[in-house]
């Protein structure tokens, strides 16, 4: 094969700063619609701002952050454009994030030598129609990986072309984090003393899929070179719509949401093996039909996620956001969904420290704190009193996590 990647570095912060020249070279995030950070500039990334952060979470990372809302039909447009671009050779042509496009230019170019005019065009042709300040960083290869890998080391307004000799030793040095594996993953490489993409690539194929599974090996893979995914359409193979069935039907979200993950947890895990994810999603519910015949008896919702997601929490997350804006005529009967778009995953950003697991550290102050108010336990721990005692009832006990909590119930 032979790929282009062409890629406008933080596309959103940029046009965020053309707007309103004072936030340049200061702490901001922008907000999308579902209230969370979408892009952050180079000053918040430093303070810890990462995309996914809530506001307030993002505000106590850096108390000097700017939050404004992100103008998403400015962002499409922009974004369409350099796509309209793009495509002007009429070759296949992938989006990838905002302001990014694979092409696949094998029918008329596979050596640097011929890719080389073809770049310098599209560069000129992209800096004339979206301005200076976005002006393209743009890399090639025969593989989408390598290729992005070039774009993302290249300067704006400049490009690298990767020959297939040169892939091990352009890509060997590169950091791991480049990867889309899972932020846990990539700590755990960290922790190993696993940095490079050379020393992932020389590691036992074996191992790599026994630790991170199949989305590790195919990973393995691409820092080896070998990445034999072609660039197509987003919407090229995407599933058909499915529809969720409610018997009885809903009145409340929680029932909705849990039937819509049900079905919606197939796909996350095939996408997450391919690190593919979900970028945008179509949620139709239809309601039981009532005496009110004035009322709509269908409504829909389009999902956008900043970057495609393929873990269960956070699609859940925002299809729990979604399905609540909606205003319910009458119980919920069925809810169709429709992939509508759909990406590789983004190379997470690092957290200093390592997210620590769920537990339970303050549940006996919070047990104490509700004993003092109501005057008695709420909560209580499990033990084993008498192990060997002739009556079952007797074996067990009830301890309750407060002090002078009063009576403890044996276990019945």
Partial sequence: ??????????????????????????????????????????????????????????????PDLLLRELDVSSAEAEHGALLVEVAEWRLPVEPVGWGGAYVNLHAVAES??????????????????LGADLQPAIGWDSSKFTASAAAAHTAPGRMRLVEGKDEAR?????????????????????WLGICTLRQFAALPPVGVFQRFGPAGR???????GHDDRPVAAAVSALPEPATVTLDPPARTLQPVVEAVMASLRPLLTECAAR????????????????????????????????EP??????????????????????????????????????????????????QFDNLPALAQRLAVRDGGAHLFQATVAQSNHPIPERRGALLPLSKGAGHVPPVA
């Fill in 309 to 358: 997601a393929s873990q269960a929490e956070r699609v859940q997350a925002a299809v729990t956001q979604g399905l609540g804006r909606l205003i319910w005529p009458a119980e919920v009967e069925t809810v169709r969904w429709a992939l509508l778009q759909t990406g590789e995953l983004l190379p997470p950003q690092l957290a200093l420290f390592a997210e620590p697991p769920p």
């Fill in 1 to 62: 094969m032979s790929v282009l990647c062409c890629r406008v570095p933080n596309l959103l912060i940029t046009l965020a700063c053309r707007r309103a020249p004072a936030l340049a070279g200061r702490p901001l995030a922008l907000l999308g619609p579902d209230e969370r950070v979408w892009a952050t500039s180079l000053a918040a990334l430093q303070c810890g701002v990462q995309a996914q952060m809530r506001a307030q979470e993002a505000q106590t990372a850096c």
């Fill in 170 to 190: 352009f890509l060997g040095p590169l950091p791991v984090t480049l990867l889309p594996l899972p932020r846990p993953h990539l700590q755990q490489l960290h």
């Fill in 275 to 306: 690190l593919e994810g979900v970028r945008r999603l179509r949620l139709t519910m239809v309601f039981v039909a009532g005496a009110d015949q004035s009322m709509d008896p269908m409504q829909s919702i389009d999902i956008t996620f900043v």
């Fill in 112 to 129: 640097a030598a011929s890719v080389q005019p073809l770049a310098a065009e599209l560069g000129q042709r992209l800096r004339k129609k």
């Fill in 218 to 224: 195919q990973a393995q893979r691409w820092a080896q």
